[in-house]
């Protein structure tokens, strides 16, 4: 090791969400994703070989660790398991006196839920298709207890007694014709919000499902609305059986602290009722990474804290970043827009002429800092719009996104303002939550306010996200509203990562102008 006295740990994910992390003396340092290079959705490939093509200095690396046992081996090893990368690993972990971990897979959500919080003791949920806690046992929900830095699981349910992930998946898939992997990605959020729509006719019908799948595509054929009760069918059927395999914990726990993590925990809708449900709960916190991507980050964590047994890292704005990507620098950006002369034109510009843009209805994507790990736009790879204006979401759904006119866009808002424009104050600044809007307030936003008028709201914390912070503020002296409509900046493909994505995309779309906020410089097309 170095003589800095820096622990380096290398937590990675392979098959599909291929991920990895880079943890320093506990904090994350980077964390990517494979889609996001690849511009693949959900490519599967192997973490570890990913992680040595973007990173040419390993040698300080003492842990590496992965959150799926087994994952890599048997019938998993031609894709998944690389015997080069892992001759490079051995070899580094030798060299440094060090080790390569494998961490059950839901011990590794839920580290990454508890451990990016700031809770000393939480009720720790993860929920999702399925994987290994030892080469042998297969779950897809478990419970367990977060106290300083150790996680204690309570319960596993075996996969085969209850598959929320699995079941929302072949629904996705079977009934509604739609994507759950590569290479078009998971489309599960498409169902989610068409559920919205419906009432749920079919509920019981979801408890057999393997014999009523045909009937139930049979029926979400006949029309729009038809295929809105399925919809709806199948999220009351989720929300019923996540409920009752979880109350039992809740309501016996001490615990007024909540912790969400594993791919089902991406539906917001679900989550945002969880509070109804249990009055007792005072404090929720979502995984900003819950599907596989972010086992990469969990499986380091849990050995930093569990197994190293080193002390919390908390109230630690770097240690809850979402913003886990790479800087591009200005000559980044200057190079990649000089790949484009001719079609576009550059101008300096502030906060200020670009807030004046979208208070005149233009559509303003941007782009700076580190990206967002996450499925969802924080506001450094983002479409951001003005929400007073309720033709916006049909704008922004067929001109910019290209897709279904019922798919809701999220509203950012001030942290500090939450209370005045939501029933319910959660703190959400990863998108987790779909939460009432106040009745007297949706008018004021109207493109933001779903058809149920709840908003997946993300909360703005002027630590976690300064520029952002501010630029709302700006906004909201302009505007008199504290909310921006935010998207995420791609049209069907990944979020963008580069300065060339971020190109391609605005000269794809309808997307009015590119603003590169770090370097004040404003794209137009020609």
């Known amino acids: 090791m170095k003589s800095s006295g820096v622990v380096k740990i290398v937590g990675f994910h392979s098959g599909k969400d291929v ?22 959705k959900m490519e599967l490939a192997d973490g570890l070989t990913f992680f040595f093509s973007r990173c040419e200095k390993y040698d300080d690396v003492k842990y590496f660790t992965f959150g799926n046992p087994g994952g890599r081996e048997g019938k998993y090893e031609e894709i998944y398991g690389d015997k080069k990368s892992d001759a490079k690993m051995y070899k580094t972990i030798e060299k440094n006196h060090g080790q390569f971990l494998e961490i059950g897979h839901h011990r590794s959500h839920a580290a990454n839920a508890f451990f990016t919080s700031s809770f000393d003791k939480s009720l720790i949920i993860t929920v999702d298709g399925g994987g290994y806690e030892d080469k042998c046992f297969l779950t897809a929900l478990t419970i367990s207890e977060g106290i300083n830095n150790t996680i204690n699981m309570i319960k596993a349910y075996p996969r085969n007694e209850i598959n929320l992930g699995r079941i929302y998946n072949q629904s996705t898939r079977l009934i509604f014709n739609l994507s759950t992997g590569f290479p078009r990605g998971s489309q599960a959020g498409t169902v989610m919000a068409m559920s919205t729509f419906g009432k749920a006719k079919y509920y019981e019908m979801f408890s057999d499902f393997g014999n009523n799948w045909r009937e139930l595509k049979r029926i979400a054929s006949l029309s729009e609305q038809d295929k809105f009760d399925v919809a709806a069918s199948l999220q009351q059927w989720t929300e019923q059986a996540f409920r009752k395999h979880i109350e039992k914990y809740i309501n016996e726990s001490n615990n007024t ?8 925990s991406l539906n917001c809708v679900m989550l945002g009722k969880m509070k109804t449900w249990f009055p007792k709960i005072k404090n929720m916190f ?4 819950p599907y596989d991507a972010g086992v990469a980050l969990g499986s380091a964590r849990y050995l930093w804290h569990h197994v190293l047994h080193n ?7 770097q240690n809850m970043s979402p913003y886990l990507g790479i800087t591009y620098t200005k000559k980044d950006v200057d190079n990649a827009c000089s790949l484009y002369q001719g079609k576009i034109k550059l101008e300096r510009a502030t906060d200020e002429e670009v807030l004046n843009r979208i208070s005149k209805q233009k559509i303003i994507a941007v782009f700076g800092d580190k990206s967002e790990s996450g499925r969802r ?4 790879r983002s479409i951001l719009a003005d929400p007073r204006n309720a033709t916006m979401k049909d704008l922004i759904n067929q001109k910019v996104k290209h897709r279904e006119w019922f798919r809701p866009l999220s509203p950012s808002i001030l942290e500090e303002k939450v209370g005045e424009w939501f029933e319910d104050p959660v703190s959400s600044p990863y998108m987790s939550f779909a939460l009432k809007f106040k009745s007297d307030m949706r008018a004021k936003a109207p493109a933001v306010v779903h058809f149920d008028g709840t908003g997946r709201l993300q909360t703005v914390n002027k630590i976690l996200s300064p520029w952002y912070h501010s630029f709302i503020q700006k906004w909201e002296s302009l505007s008199g509203v504290p909310i921006l409509i935010n ?4 049209d069907r493909e ?9 190109l391609e995309c605005f000269l794809g779309t309808d997307i009015d102008n590119l603003y590169f906020f770090d370097y004040g410089i404003l794209v137009t097309k020609s």
Not at 257 to 264: L, Q, T
Not at 286 to 289: M, R
């Open 19 to 40: 991920a990895y992390a880079i943890l320093e003396n506990g904090v994350p340092v980077v964390h990517e994703e494979l889609e996001r290079i690849s511009r693949k």
């Open 257 to 264: 602290n909540i912790c969400f993590s594993g791919g089902v």
């Open 286 to 289: 979502c995984d900003p990474v």
């Open 311 to 317: 002390p919390r890292i908390k109230n630690n704005f």
């Open 377 to 380: 736009a924080l506001g450094n």
């Open 487 to 490: 998207t995420s900046f791609n």
């Open 494 to 502: 990944p979020i963008v990562e580069t300065p060339e994505d971020a």
